[in-house]
C-alpha cells in the first residue's frame, strides 16, 4: 500500500456563491479509485450535492468541474478539464468537456476538483489563485457588474489583462449565458467551450460571469518508470498515426466534411437528407478553410495535434470553424458560404453559445417558417429560409440577448418546434440537438445517441465516428444490430475513461485503453489496469443512468426522433431508416450489456457490484 | 459431378496458396458413391494445374481397376486408389510440403541401412493431430508398386507420411481432411524449420516435448470434422458474414493458422457469433455459428474458453490462432535451449517472458507481447489479454482480443506473426536481439 496516491492534489474546493463561503475537503482514496478524474470524480461529486429533481436553473443546482490525476503532466492533451451540472436545455445531467489550458490550470492551483453550490446575489467573478497560502485569501470573489453585458472576449481582456493575474486562465460567459439561453457555452480562453446542453445558462442563474485559476502546484507522479514508459509510447504513438501527426493539424476537424460526406452521413437542411453537391462541399471543407480563410493552427495543453484553427475573414478574426460548426452552421441550414458560416461562429463564441444547438435550432426554425408554422409575432422581418444567410447574424445577436425571435431560439429545438406545434422538427433526442452525424447512416452512431445520458451528444454517447472510418483496424459495419450494440457500449467506456482521465477523444486515433492505464497507474501508484478502468467506466455510465432516471426520464426517452425512422436516406446500397423496431432490438441489447433491466433501470446485482 | 469438381478446384486453390502445391505438382483424389451405392474415385489429371483445375482435369478412372476410364489420371493413381480402398477413408493428396521436405532429408547412403527418422512435430497442431510422421525412402519414387505397398500400410496407421525428398501423402474421411493433414505436416515441418534460424535442433526439441507432453501441451487442439461447413445462422447479416469469410480468408492466406485451425468470434448482446475455423480459404468456408453466451454443456472446449473470456470483459472480437512463428518464438526463449538465440537476451528465463518487438510497425504496435507458459491459469490468460490485447500462450496458440472487430484482431495475429518472424530472421543473421529491442519495453 502506498502512502499518498501520486497525480492528485487531494483536495476539492467548494464554493457557496450564496454565503460566499469556501471549504476545501479531501478527495480521498476512495473517490480517486472508484471514479478516477474528470468526468467520473465530477459525476460523483455532482450526484453528491444535486437532486435529481432540482431546477436547472433554480439554486439547488451545481456546478462541478473536475481534473485528473494525470491533468498538468506531460501527457499529451491532458489539460482537459470535465463540467457537470444539470442542463437546462434537456433536464438530464449535464456533462460537458473541454480543452484548452484551463483544465491543468485548476489542477496547478493545487485541486482535483471545484464545486459550486448556490447563487450570488450580484454577478461574480471567482479568482482561485492557489500560490496564495491561506483559503481566505485563495479564492476571491470579484465584483462583476462592471463586466456583466459584456461578451467573451471583452470580458477576458479586461480582466485577464492586469498584472495579478498575468498567466492565469479563465472561463467566461458571454450575454447568452446571462439571459439563460438554453444552450449557452461556457467559454474556456475565450474560444474553446463546455458547450453542450447549457452550462453557460447556468452560470447566469447563479450570477456567475466567470472563473479564472492560477497556481505553481507540480503533480507528482509515484512510479516514474511505469508512468515515463506510458508517456513515450503515447508521444511515440501520436507522432506516428496518420489522425493525430498531420490530417488534424492540416485541416482541423472540418477535415472530416469530405469523408463524412462519403459514406451519407453529412447532414442537409435539418436532416431531411443527405445529399450535397461536391462543388458545394469543396466550399466548405477542411481544405476551403486551409486554403482561404486559415491564420494558424492552435493546440490545447501540450497537443501536438493542433485542431484549432485560428482565422479571419476580412477584418474579422477568430477561432473556428470546426467540423460540427461547419456543417450545423451550414450544410443544415443549406448554407455553403465559408466565410458566413465562420462570422457566425466567431460570434457564437462571442456570445458564448454552442454552435451545434444553436445550428439544429435555426434548421428547426428554418423549416417550420418554411411550413408556416413559426408565429408571426416573432418573425419580424426576417426571411428565415434554408439557404437564406441575410439577416442570420442578426438572428444570433438577437438569441443571445433574448430578442424578438431570439427569444424562442434561445429555448432550443424541442421547445421551439413544440410552440410552433410541429415537435416533429426537432432533431433532439432528450432535448439536445442531434451533431452533424446522420444516424442513418450508422446503428452505432444511432445508439450513441439514444443512450447518451445528455441526449443526442456524439462525444457522451460514445465517438462511433471513429469506428466509421478513422478505426482503421476497428471499423465494423455499420448496419448490424448484433455488433453495433456493444461496439457502442465499448465506445462510450473508452470515451468515459478518456473524459475523466482528462485527455481529448482525438488521442483515440493514436494510443487506447492500456496506454491510458499505464499513465495512471504510474501517475497514482493506485491500480489503474484497463480491467479496473472498465470497471470504473461501467461504474460513471450508471451512475449518469441513475440521475437521469431519478429526474424522470425512461427508455422511451432513448429513441430517434420519427424523421429517422420513417424518412430514409440512400447510403451502402440501400434506402436506410432506424425503424422502430432496430431502436427497441437495439435499445434492449444494449440495457443487457450495460446489466440494466429492460426499462433500462440499473439491475440490484448492478449496483451492488459497483458500489452504487 | 458439378460439386465434385468444385471441391477439387477449391481445395486445390488451397494448396496452391499455402504452397504445398507448385503450379502442376501433387495429386487430389476422393472417394464419392454413385445412386447405388458403388464406390468411385476421382482424381486430377497428371500435369494439372492444381490451382487452377478444370473441368477436365479431374479423371474418373475405376477405383478397383485403375487404368480403366482414364489414360490422363495422375501417375499415382494406384496409390491414391489404394489409401482411398482403406475403411473410412474418403479423401487423399500427395502433396509437396516442402519444409517438411527439407526436414526430413537425409543425405546417408541409399537404400538406407535402417528406417529413417520420422519427422516429429513440436507444435501442438501437428503433436496432437499427426504424432509422428513416417519417412520411406523409394528407389522408384512415382507411381511404383513398392509406394502403393508402402504408403498404404503407413496410412493404415496414420493420417500422414513423407516420402523423402518427394512429399507428403495424407489421408481423410474427406478431401478437405486430407488437405487439413497436409496442412499441418507442412506446418509442423516448417516449424521446425524456423527452428533452425534460433540454432535450436528440432530433435532436441522433439525431445523436449515428447518427455512431458501434458506439461507442453495441457490443451489438444480441437479435433477435426466438417459436418457443418458451409453452415450460416446469421445470413441475415451479409456483412458480418462478409467480414468473416473476409477475416477467415486473410488468416489462411497469410498463414497465420494452417487450413481450418483456430477459431474467431464476435459478441453480441446474449450471443456470440462463432467460427470454430479461423482459417477458411475461399470457398471452403467453415461453419458460422450464432450461440448463446451463456455456458452449454454441449460446447466444445474452444467455444466455451470463447464464452469464459467475454463473461469477464468487455472485448467484442477474439481470434485464436497457431502462427508457426509465434510457437518457435515461444519455444525458443525455454531455458532447454538455453544457446539459442532468442535465450540470450534480456527477457531470457525471466517470469513472466515477452517477445519484444525489433520492427518498426512490430513495436508502434507492441511493445511487448506476454509469453504465458502452456499450464496458464484462465485468469493469467484474461489479464494478459486486458493489459495487453495479444498473447502468445506456448504449446496452445495465440489468442487476440479486439474492442470493436474481427479485423481489429486479425491486425494482431497478423502482426504477432510478422514480429515473431523478425526476431527469427535477426537470429540467424546472428544479431544481437536484445539491443534491437527498443528501451521503452523495459518499463512496459
Redesign the interface.
Given at each position: 500500500m502506498i502512502e499518498k496516491p501520486g497525480g492528485y492534489t487531494n483536495k476539492i474546493l467548494v464554493i457557496d456563491l450564496a454565503t460566499s463561503s469556501v471549504e476545501e475537503r479531501q478527495t480521498g482514496e476512495e473517490l480517486m479509485k472508484d471514479y478516477l478524474g474528470g468526468r467520473g470524480l465530477a459525476t460523483r461529486l455532482f450526484c453528491d450535492f444535486v437532486p435529481p429533481k432540482a431546477e436547472p436553473l433554480g439554486e439547488e443546482n451545481a456546478i462541478v468541474i473536475a481534473t485528473s490525476p494525470i491533468s498538468a503532466t506531460k501527457t499529451p492533451t491532458a489539460g482537459r478539464g470535465h463540467l457537470v451540472f444539470k442542463s437546462p436545455l434537456t433536464g438530464t445531467i449535464g456533462s460537458s468537456n473541454s480543452g484548452g489550458e484551463w483544465g491543468a490550470y485548476l489542477k496547478m492551483a493545487g485541486y482535483d476538483a471545484l464545486v459550486i453550490t448556490g447563487r450570488a446575489k450580484h454577478p461574480v467573478v471567482l479568482f482561485i489563485d492557489g500560490d496564495k497560502s491561506d483559503l481566505s485569501d485563495r479564492v476571491a470573489f470579484i465584483d462583476a457588474r462592471n463586466v456583466w453585458g459584456r461578451d467573451v472576449h471583452a470580458t477576458s481582456d479586461s480582466l485577464l489583462n492586469t498584472p495579478e493575474r498575468k498567466g492565469a486562465r479563465g472561463l467566461f460567459i458571454g450575454q447568452a449565458g446571462e439571459n439563460l439561453v438554453r444552450f449557452a457555452a461556457v467559454m474556456n480562453e475565450k474560444n474553446r467551450a463546455y458547450g453542450r446542453g447549457g452550462p453557460g445558462a447556468v452560470f447566469g442563474s447563479k450570477n456567475l460571469k466567470g472563473i479564472i485559476v492560477c497556481g505553481s502546484h507540480k503533480t507528482t507522479v509515484a512510479d516514474e518508470a511505469v508512468f515515463d514508459a506510458g508517456l513515450k509510447h503515447a508521444h511515440y504513438k501520436m507522432r506516428a498515426a496518420p489522425g493525430t501527426k498531420r490530417i488534424l493539424r492540416e485541416l482541423g476537424t472540418a477535415g472530416l466534411v469530405n469523408l463524412i460526406n462519403w459514406i451519407d452521413m453529412l447532414p442537409h437542411r435539418n436532416f431531411i437528407d443527405t445529399t450535397h453537391k461536391q462543388a458545394d462541399l469543396d466550399r466548405i471543407c477542411g481544405e476551403a478553410i486551409a486554403d482561404t480563410i486559415l491564420l494558424k493552427p492552435v493546440g490545447c495543453y501540450r497537443c501536438p495535434m493542433m485542431c484549432g484553427r485560428r482565422t479571419q475573414v476580412g477584418n474579422y478574426s477568430g477561432e473556428g470553424p470546426e467540423y460540427e460548426t461547419v456543417v450545423l452552421l451550414g450544410p443544415v441550414l443549406d448554407i455553403y458560404d465559408l466565410p458566413a458560416i465562420t462570422t457566425l461562429n466567431y460570434l457564437a463564441n462571442e456570445f458564448g453559445m454552442d454552435t451545434i444547438s444553436l445550428g439544429g435550432t435555426l434548421s428547426a426554425a428554418m423549416e417550420c417558417a418554411e411550413h408556416g408554422l413559426l408565429p408571426a409575432r416573432v418573425i419580424g422581418n426576417h426571411k428565415l429560409r434554408f439557404g437564406n444567410i441575410d439577416g442570420l447574424h442578426d438572428i444570433v445577436r438577437q438569441t443571445a440577448f433574448r430578442e424578438g425571435i431570439g427569444d424562442l431560439i434561445a429555448e432550443g429545438s424541442l421547445r421551439l418546434t413544440t410552440e410552433c406545434g410541429a415537435p416533429q422538427f426537432a432533431m433532439t433526442v432528450k432535448g439536445l440537438e442531434i451533431p452533424a452525424y446522420d444516424p442513418r447512416a450508422s446503428y452505432t452512431q444511432s445508439l450513441g445517441y439514444m443512450t447518451s445520458p445528455t441526449g443526442a451528444c456524439h462525444l457522451r454517447g460514445g465517438y462511433a465516428v471513429s469506428l466509421a472510418f478513422f478505426g482503421g483496424s476497428k471499423e465494423i459495419p455499420r448496419f448490424s444490430v448484433r455488433q453495433s450494440p456493444m461496439a457502442a457500449h465499448n465506445v462510450q467506456n473508452l470515451g468515459i475513461i478518456q473524459d475523466s482521465a482528462g485527455i481529448c477523444r482525438f488521442t483515440g486515433y493514436a494510443f487506447g485503453i492500456d496506454v491510458i492505464a499505464r499513465l495512471l497507474t504510474g501517475a497514482t501508484g493506485l491500480d489503474f489496469s484497463v480491467e479496473q478502468l472498465e470497471i470504473i467506466a461501467q461504474r460513471i455510465a450508471t451512475l449518469e443512468r441513475l440521475f437521469n432516471n431519478a429526474a424522470g426520464f425512461t427508455a422511451e426517452d432513448d429513441t430517434l426522433p420519427m424523421r429517422f425512422q420513417t424518412e430514409p436516406i440512400f447510403t451502402d446500397g440501400a434506402e436506410r431508416v432506424v425503424s422502430a423496431e432496430h431502436i427497441r432490438t437495439l435499445r434492449k441489447a444494449y440495457y443487457e450489456i450495460r446489466n440494466w433491466d429492460e426499462n433500462g433501470n440499473p439491475a440490484p446485482e448492478t449496483l451492488q457490484k459497483l458500489s452504487l | 459431378m458439378r460439386e465434385i469438381i468444385a471441391r477439387f478446384q477449391a481445395v486445390g486453390a488451397a494448396a496452391l496458396t499455402i504452397d504445398i502445391e507448385d503450379s502442376h505438382s501433387g495429386n487430389l483424389a476422393m472417394k464419392w458413391v454413385d445412386a447405388d451405392g458403388a464406390p468411385h474415385m476421382a482424381i486430377t489429371a497428371t500435369g494439372s494445374q492444381k490451382g487452377d483445375l478444370k473441368e477436365t482435369d479431374i479423371c474418373f478412372p475405376g477405383i478397383d481397376r485403375t487404368t480403366y476410364g482414364h489414360y490422363k489420371a495422375s501417375t499415382e493413381t494406384d496409390i491414391h486408389a489404394a489409401i482411398l480402398s482403406l475403411p473410412d477413408v474418403g479423401g487423399s493428396i500427395h502433396a509437396h510440403t516442402k519444409h517438411a521436405i527439407i526436414e526430413t532429408l537425409d543425405d546417408r547412403r541409399k537404400p538406407p541401412a535402417e528406417p529413417l527418422p520420422p519427422l516429429r512435430p513440436v507444435d501442438p497442431l501437428g503433436f496432437y493431430h499427426l504424432r509422428s510422421v513416417p519417412v520411406e525412402w523409394f528407389a522408384v519414387p512415382s507411381g511404383s508398386p513398392e509406394m502403393v505397398k508402402l504408403i498404404t500400410a503407413h496410412l493404415k496407421n496414420g493420417v500422414a507420411m513423407m516420402t523423402h525428398g518427394h512429399g507428403a501423402f495424407t489421408r481423410g474421411r474427406t478431401l478437405e481432411e486430407a488437405l487439413y493433414h497436409a496442412a499441418l505436416v507442412e506446418n509442423s515441418g516448417y516449424v521446425l524449420w524456423l527452428l533452425r534460424l534460433f540454432g535450436i535442433d528440432p530433435r532436441a526439441a522433439a525431445d523436449f516435448v515428447a518427455e512431458t507432453p501434458p506439461r507442453n501441451f495441457p490443451v489438444p487442439p480441437t479435433a477435426y470434422t466438417n459436418e457443418s461447413d458451409g453452415e450460416c445462422d446469421?445470413k441475415d447479416?451479409p456483412?458480418?458474414v462478409a467480414?468473416f469469410l473476409r477475416t477467415g480468408r486473410r488468416i489462411f492466406e497469410s498463414r497465420l493458422s494452417p487450413f481450418h485451425t483456430g477459431s474467431l468470434s464476435?459478441?453480441?448482446?446474449?450471443?456470440l457469433?462463432f467460427a470454430p475455423k479461423a482459417s477458411m480459404p475461399r470457398n471452403l468456408p467453415g461453419p458460422l455459428l450464432e450461440r448463446p453466451l451463456m455456458p452449454d454443456a454441449a460446447d466444445t472446449a474452444e467455444l466455451a474458453f470463447h464464452k469464459e473470456i467475454y463473461k469477464h470483459?468487455?472485448f467484442?472480437a477474439i481470434a485464436h490462432t497457431y502462427p508457426a512463428e509465434a510457437e518457435v518464438a515461444a519455444l525458443a526463449m525455454q531455458p532447454e535451449f538455453a544457446n539459442s538465440a532468442e535465450c540470450g537476451t534480456r527477457n531470457s528465463f525471466h517470469t513472466p517472458q515477452y517477445i519484444v518487438p525489433i520492427d518498426a510497425e512490430g513495436s508502434?504496435l507492441y511493445?511487448k507481447i506476454p509469453l504465458l507458459p502452456p499450464e496458464a491459469l484462465f485468469e493469467e490468460v484474461l489479464?494478459a489479454l486486458?493489459?495487453?490485447?495479444i498473447i502468445i500462450i506456448r504449446g496452445r496458440g495465440v489468442w487476440a482480443i479486439?474492442?470493436?472487430?474481427l479485423?481489429?484482431v486479425?491486425?494482431r495475429v497478423s502482426s504477432v506473426r510478422d514480429i515473431c518472424y523478425y526476431r527469427a530472421g535477426a537470429a540467424t543473421r546472428s544479431l544481437n536481439l536484445a539491443a534491437l529491442e527498443p528501451k521503452?519495453a523495459?518499463?512496459?
Open positions: - | 446469421f447479416e456483412d458480418t467480414e464476435l459478441r453480441g448482446a446474449n450471443t457469433l470483459s468487455n467484442q508502434f511493445l489479464r486486458h493489459d495487453y490485447r479486439g474492442e470493436q472487430s479485423s481489429e486479425l491486425h521503452t523495459e518499463n512496459w
